[in-house]
């Protein structure tokens, strides 16, 4: 019997039917063993030696390949064709060589699509463990290692608020801070254009103004309103005819079939996907037979395969949709071992796999892979010239027609942030015609600052750039979600304080590291160990000779210095110049002060330099504004129409709130996200302060029932159990007969109401794409949730109630769902040891003493 180990179970179901008897199958479910995450698991002063430890959930897992592996005549390893593949079957090899269970012979297979064909093939073609992959497997974990063991205690202690830093993602996180301090300091400039509403032959277009008193108009020419009145006014009064038509072929080529970065940022553009939900979705394609493997960098497809392709082409459409010779696309993979062949159907005669979001990323390859060997796209783009009769003034009127489809017909690429001019038809025009001009309009535009990162672009710059590799981006983007270094608004980056604090100590102090080209240089050395042209361990010597001196270097300084040299790195963007030409660093409140950056338990603020006097303060990532004197200092709105004590509206850790008095005494209260900032004032305040509110005596138990807001929300109290409330503005205005009823129908909800919270859904989010459940927001005990009726998933802090997506959420549940029950449902199914507890109690004991009587 052989015995073959694989990754997943999906896997090994599918090949261990296509093998048949004399083999079994089994998953390693992954990695079995990492780095554990304490101080020397790896050893710079040993050759970098590694101490590698099983994961505990996959003790299961090795000791059945362990037992079966001992009664097999041969091992084969199995795993994807990468580099996180072959470090796998050596993992598996390793610790199975540890056991001693290891067979005499041992044989590694790989291929690149889970059909019968593939895997019999490359069952008669087996080789030996590829010891340059493993290498550079190793290389770029103990870098990864190095970096965050080495980087993140210097955070912890020089840089309040700091989690962790990574080799990969802070450079990462570099690129969103970048764009949004562009963003910021992008100053909109005014122009305006004039266009004409013309007709020929009762086909309207319209034409732009081009050419004004003589000269070519650029786009920032008419700066004001009165220029642009002045050159409407004389287009209005001219005579135009046709000056010129210039028409040219255009020809349009497909794209390559995807390849793992292509396919995530078409993902993103057309389906809404993350990266992250993208490649498991790829992964359960690839498990199911459906598609080739998808960590790849490579564009080319199989001969067998293009030839597939083409007979699905001439199948589907006429003989001009399928080129004369098969289109052969080059890989631009710098390291050959890896340049898998493209992501692909493995059947270009099964249009349609799966169903749900499986069949939208299925559609998106298929159609993908099959326009890349389609017949090129034709057009023509036409230009119209038009001239007044002093030929002073000119208009231009561009189209373009699609002559032949061809690929077009069944695919086109996106774009992440489009700004062309490809106009609408035109009418047929020559030279001497002379269009009827209907109407002239001017427009005021604005420069735009360049746009923030989507899921698509930041992947898109970060393979431009080099910086590590399509198969990281999605976990590198999820861990800056995680670490909420960034949020993300309608599909856009923006960097939150901790993130852009971060990427200014990095670069202030650890510039080197979070350079482009060194990021990119390092990649390349790593594949260059792949390819066998390099030796890992003097890579890793070299960077670490540099390295570990330098976070000495910090380490020794005070993280007062530390605070010094950021805020001088910082101060463009803390305290920009003033447009009067005052000093920016000039406090507002007590206006002798100077504002600096300072330390805090919570993280980085800037404050008064008259402290404890003057106790202004404002939030590290909230800019001098536009005169340099935002304050998130306290704000009194009045006093208390009752006691006569001054309220104050001020900004905290966990938010805005409102306090009367002062210490340990005074009365605070937060001020709820829905009620509207311009609408909050003394009146909401004192309402707030009064909280609980008495609504009055319940009719059946005759005790108090309060409204207040807690840490889920506004809510109900009656006899120490809960119903939810919709709005702030329910706590004020619900009265006693509402009252009871919502209290009576959360006590009918499974006693949830005594937790905290009710049955009844916050939001009802649709169907789940995969499993058609019904997908439900939840407030729970521990914070809020998303479930399907199956599986319970939290939902992290990253993520918005308000903004939570059903995508978002069937991605959680599907996540939740992967990691199997928690520790603690375990224990309580653990039926055994209930009974013996039972047995213990002093009931049980008296039993025998009775029969004896």
């Known amino acids: 019997m052989q015995l ?253 079939p995807f390849t793992t970065s292509t396919l995530q940022q078409e993902a993103a553009r057309k389906l809404g996907f993350s990266a992250s939900h993208t490649m498991r979705i790829a992964q359960n394609l690839y498990e199911d037979g459906a598609i080739t493997y998808m960590r790849t960098d490579g564009v080319q497809m199989d001969p067998s395969a293009i030839s597939a392709a083409r007979g699905a082409i001439a199948n589907r459409y006429d003989a001009g949709y399928l080129p004369d010779k098969p289109r052969v696309y080059q890989t631009k993979a710098k390291n050959a071992q890896e340049a898998h062949e493209a992501i692909r159907p493995t059947d270009f005669g099964k249009d349609k796999a799966g169903s749900g979001d499986h069949a939208r990323l299925y559609d998106l390859i298929y159609k993908r892979a099959l326009a890349s060997q389609m017949a090129s796209a034709r057009m023509e783009r036409t230009t119209v010239d038009m001239l007044d009769g002093t030929g002073q003034i000119g208009l231009r009127a561009t189209g373009q027609m699609v002559k032949f489809p061809g690929f077009l017909a069944l695919y086109e690429e996106g774009i992440d942030d489009r700004d062309d001019e490809n106009g609408a038809l035109l009418p047929v025009l020559g030279k001497g015609d002379v269009p009827a001009k209907k109407a002239v309009e001017k427009a005021q535009h604005f420069t735009q600052p360049p746009p923030r990162y989507s899921e698509a672009s930041l992947v898109k710059r970060l393979e431009e750039l080099g910086i590590g590799r399509p198969s990281t981006y999605a976990s590198t983007i999820q861990v800056l979600k995680d670490r909420a270094y960034v949020r993300v608004e309608k599909n856009r980056f923006f960097a939150e304080e901790s993130g852009r604090l971060l990427t200014a100590f990095l670069e202030r102090f650890f510039d080197r590291y979070v350079a482009y080209d060194f990021t990119a240089g390092l990649e390349d050395q790593l594949d260059e160990i792949s390819a066998g042209d390099a030796d ?105 129409p009752e006691t006569g004590e001054e309220i104050s509206r001020k900004s905290g850790r966990f938010g805005p709130y409102v306090e009367m008095g002062e210490g340990k005494e005074a009365a605070r209260a937060s001020i709820p996200k829905d009620i509207p900032s311009e609408d909050f004032g003394l009146d909401w305040a004192v309402r707030l302060l009064s909280l609980p509110r008495t609504i009055g005596l319940h009719p059946e138990s005759g005790e108090p029932v309060t409204a207040s807001i807690g840490r889920y929300g506004p809510y109900l109290a009656h006899q120490g159990k809960y119903a939810r409330l919709q709005s702030t503005a329910d706590v004020f205005d619900t009265g006693m007969n509402a009252a009871v009823v919502k209290l009576a129908e959360a006590a009918s909800g499974n006693g949830r109401a005594r937790n905290g919270g009710s049955r009844e859904p916050l939001k009802i989010l649709g169907n789940h794409p995969r499993t058609e459940a019904e ?43 992967a990691k199997g029950p928690a520790k603690g449902k375990a224990k309580k199914k653990a039926a055994p040891k209930k009974k013996a507890a039972a047995k213990k109690a002093p009931a049980k004991k008296a039993a025998p003493k009775a029969k004896k009587a």
């Open 536 to 640: 890992w361990q003097r890579v890793l010597e070299a960077f670490w000779r540099d390295f570990k001196p330098k976070t000495a270097e910090v380490m020794e300084q005070k993280p007062s210095d530390i605070t010094a040299e950021l805020d001088k790195f910082l101060a463009p963007y803390l305290f920009p110049d003033r447009d009067d030409g005052s000093d920016p660093r000039l406090c507002p409140k007590c206006g002798n002060g100077k504002l600096a950056l300072r330390g805090g338990r919570f993280g980085a603020f800037v404050a008064c330099s008259n402290y404890p006097e003057c106790k202004f303060t404002r939030k590290f990532a909230q800019p001098g504004g536009a005169d340099g004197m935002t304050s998130d200092g306290p704000e009194v709105l009045g006093k208390h």
């Open 4 to 256: 073959v180990v694989v990754e997943s179970p999906a896997k090994a179901k599918t090949i261990e039917k296509y093998l048949g008897s004399g083999y079994k199958v089994l998953a390693s479910y992954g990695h079995v063993r990492d780095l554990p995450p304490k101080d020397g698991s790896v050893d710079p002063e040993n050759g970098f030696a590694m101490l590698w430890d099983n994961y505990p959930d996959k003790a299961k897992q090795l000791k059945a390949i362990a037992d079966e592996a001992k009664k097999a005549d041969g091992l084969i390893l199995a795993t994807d064709p990468d580099r996180e593949g072959e470090a796998i079957s050596w993992h598996v090899q390793e610790v199975l060589e540890k056991k001693k269970a290891l067979p005499k012979n041992v044989s590694r297979v790989t291929f690149n699509a889970i059909t019968k064909q593939a895997v019999t093939e490359a069952m008669a073609t087996p080789r030996e463990l590829d010891h340059d992959l493993i290498d550079a497997y190793r290389a770029r974990r103990a870098l990864d290692y190095l970096v965050g063991f080495t980087l993140s205690p210097v955070l912890w202690r020089k840089l309040p608020g700091a989690k962790s830093a990574g080799r990969v993602q802070s450079v990462a996180l570099r690129l969103i801070v970048e764009r949004d301090r562009e963003i910021e300091a992008f100053r909109a400039q005014e122009y305006w254009s004039v266009t004409a509403k013309m007709e020929h032959k009762g086909q309207g277009f319209d034409a732009r103004l081009v050419r004004y008193k003589g000269e070519k108009l650029d786009k920032m020419a008419l700066g004001k309103e009165s220029s642009a009145e002045e050159a409407r006014a004389a287009v209005e009064a001219g005579h135009f005819s046709v000056d010129s038509v210039e028409t040219k072929p255009v020809t349009r080529n497909p794209q390559p």
């Open 775 to 817: 997908i439900k927001l939840m407030e729970g005990r521990y914070g809020n949730y998303v479930t399907d009726g199956t599986t319970n998933a939290t939902l992290p802090k990253t993520i918005a109630p308000d903004e939570l997506t059903l995508e978002e959420a069937a991605q959680l549940i599907d996540d939740r769902a």
